[in-house]
């Protein structure tokens, strides 16, 4: 009887270990790359409107977790917005949200070319504190 208690115990507590491992490797996170072309002379109120939006979103939105946006050097007008968010249905919220809306309002005519990649993450690395 205790054999075979320890070998039902022993089986559930195998089978937990398989499935946790299994969900620890599962990655719902949704990543994009936005690659956005401004009209120079409009930049600097664009980048208030972007950094107005993005930390909106961050503060009031548990499903956006981070944005990095990084211009170009040479031509700082072109400019690559990293997103990430919890899920796909995170980011259907987040385009519906009322500070996203504003800020697509706000930049429409300073835009003049935008291409939105979804990307799978295939590893990423950051020292502590980052």
């Given at each position: 009887?205790?054999?075979?208690?320890?070998?039902v115990?022993?089986?559930?507590?195998?089978?937990?270990?398989?499935?946790t491992?299994?969900m620890?490797?599962?990655?719902?996170?949704?990543?994009?790359?936005?690659?956005?072309?401004?009209?120079?002379?409009?930049?600097d109120?664009?980048?208030?409107?972007?950094?107005?939006?993005?930390?909106?979103?961050?503060?009031?939105?548990?499903?956006?977790?981070?944005?990095?946006?990084?211009?170009?050097?040479?031509?700082?007008?072109?400019?690559?917005i990293?997103e990430?968010?919890?899920?796909?249905?995170?980011?259907?919220?987040?385009i519906?949200?009322p500070?996203?809306?504003?800020?697509?309002?706000?930049v429409?005519?300073?835009?003049?070319?935008?291409?939105?990649?979804?990307?799978?993450?295939?590893?990423?690395?950051?020292k502590p504190?980052?």
């Amino acid at each position: 009887m205790k054999k075979e208690i320890l070998y039902v115990i022993g089986s559930v507590l195998l089978a937990f270990i398989i499935n946790t491992k299994g969900m620890a490797q599962e990655n719902i996170h949704m990543y994009r790359i936005a690659k956005i072309q401004v009209d120079p002379a409009q930049l600097d109120k664009y980048n208030i409107a972007l950094k107005e939006q993005m930390t909106t979103a961050i503060r009031v939105e548990p499903g956006v977790l981070s944005y990095y946006a990084v211009a170009d050097k040479k031509q700082p007008s072109h400019i690559t917005i990293f997103e990430v968010y919890a899920d796909s249905t995170a980011y259907k919220a987040h385009i519906q949200a009322p500070h996203f809306k504003k800020y697509k309002e706000t930049v429409q005519h300073m835009v003049s070319f935008l291409e939105v990649v979804d990307v799978n993450l295939i590893g990423s690395a950051k020292k502590p504190g980052m």
